[in-house]
């Protein structure tokens, strides 16, 4: 990568980008290339260190990026659970982005933002090895999502109601009795090495 990176301010193609501490490899270099398009892959994210400088890749602004990889090594210390979780909510896609992967992912929950309003054009998502997280988002609105793939949740004990992205009563139907539809064009769902999950709470439709 080079020194200069950030002044390439009308370059519109880089594929992957390995984050690094040394100049030219910080994620702020992302956030001069405004006009970046097609696919784009963070490497090392363990080594951004808040969510401010998370924000300074500028992801939300990037409207030309139709599919974004975030991944993350292995190497844990303290407190990876805590930044992962504040970077990863610093890197907020635009709502264009139709394919979002997510890789070795040390946090123990999503950020907020994974949900319809945030992305309502995304059609494949992929949690992959995502071993420190007890819980799954909220996914079940999102009206286009037609690939769904969950793996290596280790700690996820219990898919609840809230996956499915509604509020559910006590006997699993929606609060106000009303035929909400879920997961409306899904075609394909993988589920693999979810080797504590004990328990998937269904989601009941009723007339209301």
């Known amino acids: 990568m080079p020194l200069n990176l950030g002044q390439l301010t009308c370059l519109q193609t880089l ?17 001069h290339l405004k006009n970046l398009r097609g696919e784009l892959r963070i490497n090392e994210l363990e080594l951004v260190r808040s969510r401010e ?28 659970e805590i930044n992962a979780e504040h970077v990863l909510d610093g890197l907020q896609p635009h709502p264009n982005l139709k394919t979002f992967e997510v890789v070795r992912y040390l946090g123990t929950r999503f950020p907020s933002w994974f949900n319809e309003e945030s992305l309502p054009n995304l059609v494949k ?6 071993r420190n997280c007890k819980e799954i988002p909220s996914l079940g609105q999102l009206k286009f999502l037609r690939h769904l793939e969950l793996v290596g949740f280790h700690k996820l004990e219990c898919i ?49």
């Open 160 to 208: 609840g109601t809230t996956f499915y992205g509604i509020e559910v009563n006590n006997m699993g139907s929606s609060s106000n009795n009303a035929i909400i539809q879920v997961f409306p064009s899904l075609k394909e769902l993988v589920l693999e090495n979810m080797r504590s999950l004990i328990e998937w709470n269904r989601y009941q439709q009723q007339v209301g």
């Open 125 to 130: 998502l992929k949690l992959s090895n995502c």
């Open 15 to 31: 594929q992957y980008f390995n984050v690094g501490l040394e100049k030219g490899h910080r994620i702020e270099e992302l956030g």
């Open 53 to 80: 400088e998370a924000l300074t890749a500028y992801l939300q602004e990037k409207s030309n990026i139709y599919k974004l990889t975030c991944i993350w090594s292995h190497q844990e210390s303290e407190g990876c």
